[in-house]
């Protein structure tokens, strides 16, 4: 399992997927949060991501990143969504699982 090395590693990953799926992040930040693993606001292209992200999994890492910045087009879950998380991450559903598994453990 590789772990993110700093928020600098993870930040920049999230500039990497942002580049590729075309969006424009204004400002990314990681904090602690109590009941998400992210959060974004589309009029002040900012994300923010639990710190708890950074004792993941990258894979895992990845997942909410490339989820949180498609709501930057696709607002909802729906087939449109699923379709370009299973086109950027393949078997995004596992990875989704995963995460809940750390969530119902009480990571998050």
Same mark, same amino acid.
Do not use: C
């Given at each position: 399992?590789?772990?993110?090395? $700093?928020?600098?590693?993870?930040? @920049?990953?999230?500039?990497?997927? @942002?580049?590729?799926?075309?969006?424009?992040?204004?400002?990314? $930040?990681? &904090?602690?949060?109590?009941?998400?693993?992210? +959060?974004?606001?589309?009029? !002040?292209? *900012?994300?923010?991501? %639990?710190?708890? /992200? /950074?004792?993941? =999994?990258?894979?895992?890492? =990845?997942? #909410?990143? #490339?989820?949180? *910045?498609?709501?930057?087009?696709?607002? %909802?879950?729906? &087939? /449109?969504w699923k379709s370009l998380m299973r086109a950027h991450l393949g078997d995004y559903e596992? *990875?989704?699982? !995963?995460?809940?598994? *750390?969530? =119902? !453990? +009480?990571?998050?």
């Open positions: 399992m590789k772990k993110w090395q $700093s928020k600098e590693e993870f930040k @920049a990953r999230v500039r990497t997927w @942002a580049k590729k799926i075309d969006v424009n992040v204004r400002v990314i $930040s990681i &904090r602690v949060m109590k009941n998400k693993w992210a +959060s974004f606001t589309v009029q !002040s292209r *900012l994300l923010i991501f %639990n710190a708890e /992200l /950074l004792k993941v =999994d990258k894979k895992l890492g =990845d997942y #909410v990143i #490339v989820h949180e *910045l498609l709501h930057f087009a696709v607002p %909802n879950h729906g &087939r /449109l596992g *990875l989704e699982a !995963s995460l809940r598994k *750390l969530r =119902d !453990s +009480s990571i998050v």
